[in-house]
């Protein structure tokens, strides 16, 4: 099974690793911020338009291309600056498993990431599940 889309937007930079935590009676509480909510919300509702029909339930390659808007950058020029692929990564592979692309993201065994300016900003996303080639070490 294989599935590709891009979901035209312009692409959060909040990332997940902006949780915060407040002390209420000697206890920490963590919680999302505001700007964490709307990123999830955007999220959760452009992946909605894209859920497969199948949960994808073996192994996966996910390849995303996060497309910001180029303002006084060339189109296609890789973005190289802040948020990191991998921070950027992490909330969209969680909302991919609240919207059921798969059971779990730990599914994901190859990932593709890239980050460019573009004239149409939004994400592309390609999912497509691993067969049974070995990569195996060899001097």
Partial sequence: MEL??????????????????????GKAIFYDPPELRDARMKLNANLAKFKPKTTFNCGV???????????????????????????????????????KFWKDDALVASEIIEKFWADVPGIFIRIEELGAEKWIYRE
């Fill in 4 to 25: 590709q889309f891009f979901m035209p937007m312009i692409p959060p930079t909040v990332t997940k690793q902006e949780h915060k935590v407040r002390v209420v009676k």
């Fill in 61 to 99: 390659r996910l390849m995303t291309k996060w497309c910001f808007p180029k303002g006084r950058h060339q189109n296609g020029e890789y973005r190289i600056t802040k948020p990191d692929t991998d921070n950027l990564q992490k909330l969209l592979k969680d909302c991919m498993t609240e919207c």
